[in-house]
């Protein structure tokens, strides 16, 4: 294989990594969902600190460590989509240079 088609399949691997991370970055700042995402947030934390039940608010602490690993996620795939942009550009500098 050669060089130029090496750095070619890393270039497209980086655009889909760069792609995926400008669609999680649309979906964080989108307002409907950034409203949905706040109405669950409180939901369960008031479960969590209203409920008398133990169980309940268990499951409510359960509920709401899901959803900080859930936008963890998202917020992963925005870092490297944002890494991959850069590579990208790295890229094309080199390219005009030689």
Known sequence: MTRKQ????????LAVR??????ANNLLENPVFKEVW????????NTWRLS??????EDAWYMQ???????AVFENYVAVGESARKE???FDAEDKVT
């Open 18 to 23: 760069q792609a995926r991370g400008t669609d």
């Open 38 to 45: 706040g109405t669950l947030d409180t939901e369960v934390i």
């Open 52 to 57: 008398p039940n133990k169980e309940r608010r």
């Open 88 to 90: 990208l550009l790295n």
């Open 65 to 71: 460590r899901n959803l900080s690993n859930l936008k």
């Open 6 to 13: 090496t750095e070619g399949e890393k270039k497209a691997r």
